[in-house]
T-cell receptor, first 115, second 116 residues
């Protein structure tokens, strides 16, 4: 089945620096790649997603890139702020044999932005 | 628009007991998925329900079960609790129609289960 690897597991940056989180997936049939942010005591919240027919997507300070050939995708956060501190999860979505879409998540990365 | 509501938020059980967790999806969302979140394993998929039918199931033992009602509300049950079942159980709803591929999940805040 699909397997999603996420690196690094923790990252600490200074406010204003950039942060990059990388994920790889195993199933070439995966076609949907969302990123979720989870703050302490809350559920994961979708921050950006990309589909396999697009190579890059931006939304203000965050951007996601997808390399289908290498089967990896990355989240880039520029000009980090303390409120960006959270756990970030990547996921890969694919169509099951039954015809429904299933998401497989990476194990998460804890980002700490130091003021 | 109300988000995904999960109850209870926190609960403590002892080994051997059973527990039922509840999830109310966003109004109009017909798909509900359940995930187990632990520090070492991240988010592990439990099952997904759509129109009261289980559509997908993860690799969990039969002690984990769920159901969905006609109003799309869902419950999951864990019987004969073990220490390793201690986790945050997350419910997510999606507006997708079956086979549409539009699987944008909105998560609830979760139910934190501690098994002693």
């Amino acid at each position: 089945g699909e397997n999603v690897e996420q690196h690094p597991s923790t990252l600490s940056v200074q406010e204003g620096d950039s942060a990059v989180i990388k994920c790889t997936y195993s199933d070439s049939a995966s076609n949907y790649f969302p990123w979720y942010k989870q703050e302490l005591g809350k559920g994961p919240q979708l921050i950006i997603d990309i589909r396999s027919n697009v190579g890059e997507k931006k939304d203000q300070r965050i951007a996601v890139t997808l390399n289908k050939t290498a089967k990896h995708f990355s989240l880039h956060i520029t000009e980090t702020q303390p409120e960006d501190s959270a756990v970030y999860f990547c996921a890969a979505g694919f169509i099951t044999q039954g015809g429904s879409e299933k998401l497989v998540f990476g194990k998460g990365m804890k980002l700490t932005v130091n003021p | 628009k109300a988000g995904v509501t999960q109850t209870p938020r926190y609960l403590i059980k002892t080994r051997g007991q059973q527990v039922t967790l509840s999830c109310s999806p966003i109004s109009g969302h017909r798909s509900v998925s359940w995930y187990q979140q632990t520090p070492g394993q991240g988010l592990q998929f439990l099952f997904e329900y759509f129109s009261e039918t289980q559509r997908n199931k993860g690799n969990f033992p039969g002690r984990f079960s769920g159901r969905q009602f006609s109003n799309s509300r869902s419950e999951m049950n864990v019987s004969t609790l073990e220490l390793g079942d201690s986790a945050l159980y997350l419910c997510a709803s999606s507006p997708k129609s079956y086979n549409s591929g539009a699987n944008v999940l909105t998560f609830g805040a979760g139910s934190r289960l501690t098994v002693l």
